[in-house]
């Protein structure tokens, strides 16, 4: 398989050496879909393409898709005429993959209305995207490469990483929840774990490489399957902390179900692991959360944040929440405002509920759409109250901070962010530089952004 990928790279490099052609990738879907995007640069960037921001100038667009919710088809459509009206004028080849490419249907779609789209390629085969090109370059091929069982995890991909400090390391694919909502079991396969000595592989050579923070991936991250010592997502975590050189840890997302005693200690017991954890809560009525197949009710997810607090000293919770799921009362969505009073998250990921064909819960009774948007205001209203009470906990505490760059809209401020993810601008002194983690006293709460002084 390697080999046959490897053979593909070298024929393309030889056909395109010398001249200066142009890739350009749109990703828009999730953590792990951004992750699926750097592989796919490391594959264009070996077969000696080069990265151009701008997709109207480049000769290899790669759309890499998502369909967790509706609105996603109208926007890749769109994107797709706007390449067709490019294709005319300068022959460029228009390739699309990722997850909305596994859903039902959607092949034949757009073979039938979008029939000049030159390679179409799923989760599952990402790695023949060297053949799949070739084909389409040399040959003329239009090329559908897209298949629907789960495929082996493929290792070894070549990888160009957005990042030079942060980095994201995939731990596991696809998921076995089925919660009603929800396509991405559908398009993503069922779980499969990467071995545990391919991802600690994977993070020493980041932190090699001057990495310093690094992102756990997976749908389901707490119900990963490891081997030997390292049998689960707790021995993992406490694997990874072992690596010199990584600083930061963080994970997305873990399951509330799979919340175990060991992986709160593994988080209460390591420095290095953010003290955010991301705990999607989706619904806060144990009637709707049964109705999700979420498999945890109200209480069991309000006494496993307690716990987290009290075992995690300074823990700060974010999560998703799904307004408008079918045939939820009035009623019942006041207990999801209920237990964001009582958590306070820090930031909330609020989506209004989606109809995905296929699922348990596109079937149901569904609600009014003014119904959705009337409950997602009163949502974003209360999550907004409360954000500026929680950036003012932060007033006059000391800080460390990543160092990202420096801030957009004033060059002689450096931007960071706290193990919390809150952005923080300050002032850098001279031997500050990207990449390094410095404490910072933070002196004002704004908004979105804190404000801060250096500290020796
Ligand atoms: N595996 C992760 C989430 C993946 S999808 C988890 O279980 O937390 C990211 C988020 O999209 C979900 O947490 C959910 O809040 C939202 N989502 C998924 N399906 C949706 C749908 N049909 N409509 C609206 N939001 C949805
Ligand atoms: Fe979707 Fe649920 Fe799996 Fe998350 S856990 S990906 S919401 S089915
Ligand atoms: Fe991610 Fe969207 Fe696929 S959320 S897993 S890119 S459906």
């Not at 070298?10 to 001249?19: A, V």
């Not at 828009?28 to 879909?33: E, K, P």
């Not at 064909?357 to 109250?385: C, N, W």
């Not at 420096?406 to 993810?421: I, V």
Request: glycine share 6%; net charge negative; aromatic share 8%.
């Amino acid at each position: 398989m390697q080999e046959n990928q490897e053979k593909f790279i070298d024929l393309i490099n030889k056909k395109i050496s010398g001249k200066n052609l142009k890739y350009s990738i749109l990703t828009m879907g999730c953590q792990l879909n951004e992750n699926d995007s750097e592989k796919i640069a490391g594959m264009l960037e070996k077969m000696g393409y080069s990265e151009i921001s701008d997709y109207k100038n480049a000769d290899l667009v790669i759309f890499n898709t998502c369909c967790v919710r509706e609105n996603a088809e109208e926007r890749l459509f769109g994107k797709i005429g706007e390449i067709k009206k490019l294709k005319e004028s300068r022959d460029t080849i228009l390739a699309i993959g990722g997850c909305m490419m596994q859903e039902k249907g959607m092949l034949q779609k757009i073979k039938k209305s979008y029939s000049f789209v030159d390679v179409i390629f799923g989760t599952h085969t990402m790695q023949n995207l060297p053949e799949d090109i070739y084909k389409s370059l040399i040959n003329k091929e239009k090329v559908k490469d897209v298949i629907d069982i789960d495929g082996e995890i493929y290792e070894g991909l070549p990888i160009k990483r957005n990042d030079k400090f942060k980095a994201s390391v995939t731990i596991m694919y696809g998921c076995n929840n089925f919660c009603t909502y929800c396509i991405v079991p559908y398009v993503r396969g069922r779980e499969r774990s990467r071995k545990p000595e391919k991802i600690l592989e994977e993070v020493k050579q980041l932190a090699e490489e001057g990495y310093k923070e690094i992102t756990l991936l997976g749908q389901n991250v707490n119900s990963y399957v490891g081997n030997g010592e390292i049998k689960n997502f707790a021995d993992l975590l406490n694997e990874v902390c072992r690596i010199d050189g990584i600083e930061r840890i963080r994970f997305i997302s873990p399951h509330p179900k799979d919340f175990t005693d060991d992986v709160i200690d593994a988080i209460a017991n390591n420095e290095k692991i953010c003290k955010i954890i991301h705990l999607p809560l989706q619904s806060g009525n144990s009637k709707v959360l049964k109705s999700m197949n979420r498999k945890y009710t109200k209480e069991q997810y309000l006494n496993l944040v307690n716990k987290m607090q009290e075992k995690i000293p300074g823990v700060v919770l974010s999560t998703d929440i799904i307004v408008g799921f079918p045939e939820e009362t009035d009623e019942e969505f006041e207990d999801t405002l209920d237990v964001v009073r009582k958590v306070n998250f820090e930031q909330i990921f609020m989506f209004i509920y989606s109809i995905r064909e296929g699922t348990v819960a596109s079937e149901m009774e569904q609600i009014p759409e003014d119904k959705k948007h009337e409950r997602f205001e009163k949502l974003k209203k209360l999550y907004e109250s409360r954000v500026d009470e929680n950036n003012e906990k932060y007033l006059n505490t000391v800080q460390k901070l990543l160092i990202e760059g420096t801030s957009k809209n004033n060059h002689e401020m450096f931007e960071g962010r706290t193990d919390t993810n809150k952005v923080v601008i300050f002032k850098p002194n001279e031997e500050n530089q990207i990449g390094d983690i410095v404490s910072v006293k933070i002196t004002e709460a704004h908004k979105w952004y804190l404000k801060g002084e250096i500290v020796k």
